[in-house]
């Protein structure tokens, strides 16, 4: 019933026309207007949890009667292990320098003459999600930050949930006298709104796409917005002779298995020849411990044997993003190969070697075109809050505009301020 009547009331004209107004209007709100509306939806939210939580739980419980997978709903559904560190880093950002207005690049052209470039909040972001609720509390508290409106549409089965949220952060909003059209949400899981959303080039200046494949490809075809893709992670480790195996193993564990449901899980893991048949048995035990199973390539699969746990590889297997636990295995001859390797399946999102060799780890650094690259550290800190930016709103693997976590620096772009003293160019 909710989601007809929701249905029916989405006009997407009217929402676009309220949120540029209400940009503009957050354009000019001082960085302390925009730290007390991020503390008062903190705590709206604190003291809503108990109905956010309930409203989360029946949407869970749809999505179970329809068969969606339970590591699903554990990874992407539920609210209620995650409502601490969502209100957390509402007060976080709240905490963080406000990067409208900085200042930066400066030079004097001419004699009196002084030019600048001044960050400027990019207007009205679309973000448009499959599950993950929290997603909307996250976009949320950047956009006002950064002085920006946003247009959310998430997925279906958390439709219940991310308005109650939406009703949450507008009520806050309009709590401390901003408006509550900076945070709009498409109430409807038709697809045919999303076709729409990506056309409103009047209303929306950037489309930030979070989700599958197949979502990204949709909205780089469909757009008439500049879109920002990425969070689509076949992410790789590889582990030359001399690395810590002990430490090495720590961090595939972590890599694979803390949350396997995210684009900065593990999904292939390269060990150098010399060091296979030694390594690949423990990862086994180690990994297997926590349910993992493996799809190996042949020298691999000969490293391990006969395993219950242990699939032979197949030709798609190594440009599949598992979100399981599921775990690529593949020997190779040296770095070249694993570099080779990385950038025939890899998607540009984060890829990491583990070894003692500061040459090669330079190599690597150097050579893998990933948004983020890691020595001797689990891919699991490609995220906003990881790295110390706050919440962020997506993970960039283009080379426009941003790449990497996107936080709030880039929500902004910039303009050149030009300031003389009569000057004039002949």
């Known amino acids: 019933m909710i989601e007809s009547v929701a249905r029916e009331a989405v006009d997407l004209q009217q929402m676009g026309r309220q949120a540029k107004a209400a940009a503009v209007e957050l354009a000019q709100c001082s960085t302390t207007q925009k730290n007390e509306a991020l503390l008062a939806i903190a705590d709206a939210l604190a003291a809503e949890r108990a109905e956010i939580l309930a409203i989360n739980a029946g949407d869970m419980a749809a999505a179970r009667e329809a068969g969606v997978d339970e590591l699903y709903i554990r990874d992407r559904l539920n609210l209620e292990r995650r409502m601490d560190s969502v209100i957390a880093d509402l007060r976080k950002v709240a905490q963080l320098p406000d990067p409208v207005g900085e200042r930066f690049d400066e030079r004097e052209p001419r004699e009196g003459l002084r030019a600048w470039k001044q960050r400027t909040p990019l207007g009205v972001l679309g973000v448009i999600y499959e599950a993950r609720p929290q997603v909307t509390v996250d976009v949320a508290a950047l956009a006002l930050k950064t002085g920006n409106a946003v247009i959310l549409r998430g997925g279906r089965e958390v439709l219940r949930s991310n308005m109650a949220l939406v009703r949450v952060l507008s009520g806050a909003m309009e709590g401390v006298g901003l ?137 798609e297997d190594f440009d599949t993003e598992w979100y399981a636990l599921t775990l690529g295995l593949k020997v190779v001859d040296s770095l070249d190969e694993a570099i080779d390797h990385i950038r025939a399946h890899s998607t540009q999102h984060s890829d990491g070697i583990l070894t003692r060799d500061m040459a090669s780890a330079e190599r690597f650094c150097n050579e893998v075109d990933s948004a983020a690259v890691y020595v001797n550290a689990s891919t699991r800190f490609t995220d906003g809050s990881a790295l110390g930016l706050g919440a962020e709103i997506a993970i960039s693997t283009q080379k426009l505009h941003a790449r990497g976590p996107m936080a709030l620096t880039e929500l902004t772009t910039y303009k050149w301020v030009v300031v003389g003293e009569g000057h004039v160019r002949l």
């Open 179 to 315: 408006p509550a059209a900076a945070f709009q949400y498409i109430a409807s899981s038709d697809r045919r709104l999303v076709g729409e959303l990506l056309r409103m080039h009047e209303y929306v200046d950037m489309i930030i796409p979070r989700g599958g494949n197949g979502l990204h490809t949709f909205c780089r075809e469909n757009s008439t917005i500049p879109v920002i893709t990425g969070g689509i992670g076949i992410c790789h480790l590889y582990v030359e002779p001399g690395a810590d195996l002990d430490a090495a193993l720590q961090v595939i564990h972590n890599s694979k298995t803390v949350s396997p449901a995210v684009c900065n899980a593990l999904d292939t893991l390269l060990v150098q020849r010399a060091l296979a048949a030694e390594f690949l048995p423990r990862v086994l035990e180690h990994l297997g411990a926590a349910g993992v199973e493996f799809r190996a390539e042949p020298r691999a699969l000969a490293c391990v044997g006969a395993d219950e746990r242990v699939s032979p590889a197949g030709p």
